[in-house]
Nanobody, 122 residues
């Protein structure tokens, strides 16, 4: 079992940057694949990025590739999402998620945070 708490959301102008953080409870944080998802109003939740337990492998949605970076600090039980060159279409509630196991994927996440709002103004 792992509990996740996101922070770092807010209002930013287009072209700006934000860094989201997700603090995880539990002593086995390093054994989870960690991911970020987002849900815009009226849309389904979508995958954004994921990072392997070792912080070596990452995958991204095409829409954020080259602009967003996911990384983790297992010593701090925290995963981050650095978002650069933000666009109005990045506006959404961003969720942190954890998946037990070693395979980095876009699906199959069992644990979710409560979300943090990111709003990008044009």
């Amino acid at each position: 079992q792992v509990q996740l708490v996101e922070s770092g959301g807010g209002l930013v102008q287009a072209g700006g940057s934000l860094r989201l953080s997700c603090a995880a409870s539990g002593r086995t944080f390093s054994s989870y694949v960690m991911g970020w998802f987002r849900q815009a109003p009226g849309k389904e939740r979508e995958f954004v990025a994921a990072v392997s337990w070792s912080d070596v492998s990452t995958i991204y949605a095409d829409s954020v590739q080259g602009r967003f970076t996911i990384f983790r600090d297992n010593a701090k039980n925290t995963v981050y999402l650095k978002m650069n060159s933000l666009k109005p279409e990045d506006t959404a509630v961003y969720f942190c998620a954890a998946r037990s196991g070693w395979t980095i994927t876009r699906t199959g996440y069992q644990y979710w945070g409560q979300g943090t709002q990111v709003t990008v103004s044009s």
